[in-house]
């Protein structure tokens, strides 16, 4: 590249100043119009797994199944495998795991748990719920309780507790009122609503219930073990591969959001490959628009061609030119064209903040 091939297009590019204008423009519109693109279809990929995987585990850390295996049998045998129900399913050494987990690549929130089943009684209503028990400071670990408290509070006292709106409202519930909770192991206890919470999960809202990590632990009979350790990772579609990590350095069982969600990990990995395929049309249309473009202006350009040959001028020159023009048509075009995406972008809030029927963009 010589001074003299830059000054050359620069001439040529200013000799035709409404022809330079449109060409830029158009590749600033491309650009632009793949940049929101982009940003339009990355932003729904986000939401959609937010909405969807947001408020659930994705790692669940339990004890490992200790029932024997079964060995080789002759064919033809019949083999019967009683599963030993004398014991609970419970972590009973996991203070040292917690650090373990917490400092795994990846990891963003741990939350040990105490869950079991109980039954609710009010009056003569009596409806099966899931009680969740957690630790101090851990309850929107998981779930984000804090957030989808629609009345009362999120505080957990002793005897307090957190339930659904919809079993609230089946029940016909309010807080401030009085509900008698008994376990499945036959534990009664009566407990003051604290709170309601809406979540917008069906099961969650008509059948969890939040309490006390300590009440918990007294209400299953569980002296000094956990049920199990649920986690979140950041992101969620690396669950897979944390949980093998994590299954290796605990010798737990640990189970990922998308080995219990097959069909909704399958839709969620559709739908990506599909925003990228769309993404990559989008960008070779464009491309060839603009390479289109380009090849017009210089076909229509031979008669200059033919002069700058005739006065001596050589191939690579007139090549060099030309690569020029389109180099900078391209540069300050795209320049331009991401500048108009940004300020379009702009007033639109973030995936994390966006509201019912607002656009999701990813930033």
Known sequence: ???????LAMRHLLSHPGQTALLMAGVALGVSVFIF?????????TLLTMRTVGSIPHIVVEMPNRDPAILSIEPGAQVVLQKD???RDQITIWQPMIPIIEQASGVIAVSPQIRGSAFVERGQAVSPVGVI???????????NIDAAIVDGSSNLPADGILIGSVLAR???LRVGQVVQLTSDRGRSRSFRIGGIFTLGIASADRQAIYMNFTTARALFDLSTGISRIEIKVQPATAAEGIAERLRRSTGLKATPWTEDNQQLFEGLDAQARTGTIIKAFSLVTIIVGIASAMLLSI????????IM??????RSLVVTIYVLEGTLIGLVGALVGALAAWLALLPLPPVSAVKSGALPIDR
């Open 170 to 172: 089946d029940l016909g």
């Open 133 to 143: 028990g957690t630790m101090p400071g851990k309850l929107s670990d998981i779930a």
């Open 37 to 45: 693109m982009s940003a339009l279809i990355g932003g729904l990929a």
């Open 309 to 314: 040959r005739a006065m001596g001028a050589s």
């Open 85 to 87: 129900l004398s014991r």
């Open 299 to 306: 076909v229509r350009r031979q008669a200059e061609i033919g």
């Open 1 to 7: 590249m010589t001074p003299y091939a830059v000054k």
